[in-house]
């Protein structure tokens, strides 16, 4: 099936881990993008790439890391430089200047 | 910073009725503006993308666009219960391929 997969759809970790979530897709997509939705509030952009080996920080990229070394495959990293890294993450592609669509979201809370 | 507002509500709207939902943008050489559904504890769905000022249609769902004002609208016609979410506005800049999203306005369709 065509999709944007994102795993683990949930993850629980101790304070000061790094922790890496994982999103594909097999849509054949240029544009890759990160947000992050906290509980009521709407989503605001960590990460974006357009093009393999390329990415660029959108607003609250502070204690985030990502690569693009495929094209399918954009992993986000939240290290322990992220202040309150709880929350829903969610990752979406789409074509080149056109619409988004979004994987199903990964819930991440820091214990 | 580029900004996108929405009214938080709820906007609470009879069964049947036209609900009307309302985004401004502060980015004047924005080009590019979508609608997305979200319901609680979901990822969004695009609903509607629209990229020239007017009236785009879709079934009951029907985007306006007005860049003079920096406005787009989202109205649904004949209002279902299952059209309570949360809807998202997001717009795309003109220098750079960020899509910036609002805070989102809760509907609530009354049965």
């Known amino acids: 099936d065509g999709g944007i997969t994102q795993s683990p759809k949930y993850l629980f970790r101790k304070e000061g881990q790094n922790v890496t979530l994982s999103c594909e897709q097999n849509?054949?997509?240029?544009?890759m993008y990160w947000y992050r939705q906290d509980p009521g509030q709407g989503l605001r952009l960590i990460y974006y790439?357009?093009?393999?080996?390329?990415?660029q920080k959108g607003d609250i990229a502070e204690g985030y890391s990502v690569s693009r070394e495929k094209k399918e495959s954009f992993p986000l990293t939240v290290t322990s430089a992220q202040k309150n890294p709880t929350a829903f993450y969610l990752c979406?592609?789409?074509?080149?200047?056109?619409?988004?669509?979004f994987g199903e979201g990964s819930r991440l809370t820091v214990l | 910073q580029k900004e996108v507002e929405q009214n938080s509500g709820p906007l609470s709207v009879p069964e049947g009725a036209i609900a009307s939902l309302n985004c401004t943008y502060s980015?004047?050489?924005?080009?590019?503006f979508f609608w997305y559904r979200q319901y609680s504890g979901k990822s969004p769905e695009l609903i509607m993308f629209?990229?020239?000022?007017g009236d785009k249609e879709d079934g009951r769902f029907t985007a306006q666009l007005n860049k003079a004002s920096q406005y787009v609208s989202l109205l649904i016609r004949d209002s279902q219960p299952s059209d309570s979410a949360t809807y998202l506005c997001?717009?795309?800049?003109?220098?750079?391929?960020?899509?910036?999203f609002g805070k989102g306005t809760r509907l609530h369709i009354l049965p």
């Open positions: 979406a592609s789409g074509p080149l200047q056109r619409e988004l669509f």
């Open positions: 849509l054949n997509h240029d544009a």
């Open positions: 790439s357009q093009i393999v080996n390329d990415f």
């Open positions: 980015d004047r050489g924005s080009q590019s």
């Open positions: 629209i990229y020239s000022n």
């Open positions: 997001a717009v795309r800049g003109n220098r750079d391929d960020k899509i910036i």
